[in-house]
């Protein structure tokens, strides 16, 4: 049994995203929302969390690391997980992911801007988000009136998506590759410090960023032992 969850621990990890991600919006979109509770906006940072594990999951199998023995799998969740944010298209993310990998902090790395924190967000959104995006998203909103009330669709599938958002491009864009880097920094990447619980719950391990572009075949769930690894190394 331990070694076929160590084989197939990344299929297994996404699945637990997968189905808390789809449970607690079932549950939420079900509340009775209270406005004057702490609860309602924890909810809304629970539900943020989950959607940034969706893309973190999506973008894992851009590396191939969520069914590394199974390549049809592997495209089928990164697919999955990516359209469930806010219809994201996986086969478009992917180029423009590896071309970020392979041409980061240049001009030729479609997720960076040398511009300020807004104008640099604007040149994210603007590589990532679609018309047609926007309009399966009003499309969506509109169909799930038809069952849940407005104000559950909007706190808990609508917000938690756009925090979601900024949590992805701050963490995991903006922060790391911002301002100058050594010249011997071969991948143009910060990194944060070592911490593990504010790195997952920033952005699942995403913070510590040189540690993914020094080895992009590392699952997130394995970048904190990466991050051990350099240190004690110091």
């Keep these: 049994m331990s070694q076929f969850f160590r084989k197939h621990t990344g299929i297994i990890i996404a699945l637990v995203i997968l189905l808390a991600w789809s449970s607690t919006l079932w549950v939420l979109l079900h509340w009775k929302v209270d406005f004057a509770s702490p609860f ?3 909810a809304v940072l629970v539900m943020m969390h989950l959607y940034t594990g969706l893309f973190i999951t999506a973008h894992d199998a851009m590396h191939g690391v969520v069914a590394p023995g199974n390549k049809k799998l592997n495209t089928i969740i990164g697919t ?3 359209g469930l944010f806010a219809y994201n298209y996986y ?4 180029p423009k992911h590896h071309l970020h990998h ?3 902090a240049t001009e030729e790395d479609p997720d960076y801007h040398g511009g300020n924190f807004f104008l640099w967000f604007f040149s994210f959104a603007s590589q990532y988000i679609t ?3 926007v309009l399966l998203m009003a499309g969506t909103y509109h169909l799930l ?10 706190l808990f599938w609508m917000v938690p998506s756009v925090l979601a958002t900024f949590q992805l491009f701050y963490f995991g864009t903006y922060l790391p ?3 100058e880097h050594e010249p011997d920094n071969k991948h143009k990447s910060g990194t944060q410090s070592r911490n593990h619980l504010w790195a997952f719950l920033s952005c699942y391990f995403f913070g510590y960023h040189y540690e993914h572009h020094d080895k992009p075949y590392l699952p997130w769930w394995k970048l904190y032992q990466e991050k ?6 110091k």
Aim: no cysteine; hydrophobic share 45%; aromatic share 14%.
């Design 145 to 154: 009136q038809l069952w849940f009330p407005v104000e559950n669709i909007i």
């Design 80 to 82: 999955i997980t990516a």
């Design 40 to 42: 309602t906006y924890l």
């Design 102 to 104: 392979r041409h980061v």
């Design 91 to 94: 086969g478009r993310l992917y």
């Design 228 to 233: 051990d690894r350099l240190v004690k190394g």
């Design 131 to 133: 018309v047609f995006q």
């Design 177 to 179: 590759h911002r301002g």
